[in-house]
């Protein structure tokens, strides 16, 4: 096993350049590959799970390893369901037990041939894709967004197009709005009513070079580093994130700003710097519209040591790994005890005990518990350990050398 010991400086004053936008990246490489006139992406996003999407649309295998990319296994399950072929869709062996069944019953509902080869309703997929019929279907939103952008992205070149209406209590719907937007800037038209999206049989047509913007999930550890940092002058500048951002993640500045960073935008990016804390009671949180920022600000309320409940959680169950048990679990072993509530809220009152010795941080394949816990270096003075650190490379691969260039000390 692959160990990190970090050691965090007393203070930081660095500039960073992030990672390119894995959410938009990956969104539009879709588009784009079903696009009348495709053009060049700039500033395409270097982490694993786009590579995985960019390399499956453009070496036209059959057999299609997606490795742990979970979007990239639902948005190409959509995707190659729609063209013509015989495919094969498999990954990892937690991918092997990620569940795909909505999706697939959804595409099967609008005409798509899908067969599981392995588990009822898991990957690996046998998919002979054809032109979808589309038509009517209803989706349960409260499971996971990435299964409705998925269908609305290949909505156009359905026969029907689609009409989809969402039930139940839609999570993320920041990256539903993210995917629509971007539809829009592809040239397609979808006509919202209420929760019922309407996409019509039409062409994408993309007129220029389509530039992505850097990763507002990927600033949320440096607001996590600010926020944890004793030193009051310290402070990082970001460069390549907008002011009028397309992604929903962009909302942890607002949430940031009560836990003690400001955001100072300038012409190329921000500067984050140290401010004081609204908060220090409870800090009660509905994290549906952006729950990948659920594990960076509940390891920054437990190191400053704010009680809180967190709600809107119920699709960490289902990303990389059990993101509530391991956050749970790992919070425990620095003396924090977390109550998970129905599967969809965390909870924190402020309840500890003794921390292990030299605790391991365990990352359990999920690149955002490594990202997550680094910053609690800058609260931990014989540093913190972090296994299998290598899984930051999912979405954010310089990240230890970012951390290395602010004067951690990394071995």
Known sequence: MTMYLIHAPRALKTKITLPSSKSISNRALILNALCKNPQSIQNLSVCDDTTVVNRALSENKTVVDVGAAG?????????????????????TERMRNRP???????????????????????????????????????????????????????????????????????ISM???????????????????HGNTLTVLPQ???????????????????????????????????????????LQGDASIMTLFDKLGVKTSFYPLGVTLTKKERTIDGPLLFDFSSMPDMAQTVAVTCAMLQIPFTFTGLQSLKIKETDRLY???????????????????????????????????????????????FAPISLRIRNGVRIADPHVV???????????????????
């Open 71 to 91: 979007t990239a296994m639902r948005f190409l399950s959509a995707y190659f369901a729609g063209q013509p072929g015989d495919f094969l869709l498999t990954g």
């Open 203 to 245: 062409q994408y047509d993309s007129t220029e070079a389509f530039i992505v913007e850097s990763d507002w999930s990927a600033a949320s550890y440096w607001y996590e580093m600010i926020a944890l940092c004793d030193d009051k002058a310290s402070s990082v500048t970001l460069k390549g994130l907008w002011p009028d951002s």
């Open 393 to 411: 490379s999912k979405s954010y691969p310089s990240f230890w050398d970012d951390l290395k260039s602010a004067h951690f000390l990394i071995t």
């Open 100 to 170: 795909v069944k909505i999706l697939v019953d959804a595409l099967r509902a609008i005409g798509a041939s899908i067969e599981y080869l392995e588990k009822e309703g898991y990957p690996p997929l046998h998919i002979v894709g054809k032109t979808l019929e589309g038509g009517e279907i209803e989706l349960d939103g409260s499971i996971s967004s990435q299964y409705i952008s998925a269908l609305l992205m290949m909505a156009p070149s359905m026969k029907n197009g689609l009409r989809l209406h969402l039930t139940g209590n839609i």
């Open 326 to 372: 391991a956050l749970k679990t790992e919070l425990k072993k620095l003396g924090y005890l977390l109550e998970i509530k129905d599967d969809h809220s965390l909870l924190w009152n402020g309840e500890r005990s003794e921390a292990a010795n030299t605790p391991v941080i365990t990352t359990y394949e999920d690149h955002r518990m490594a990202m997550a």
């Open 174 to 192: 920041s990256y539903i709005q993210l995917t629509l937007q971007l539809m829009t800037q592809f040239g397609v038209i979808v006509f919202k």
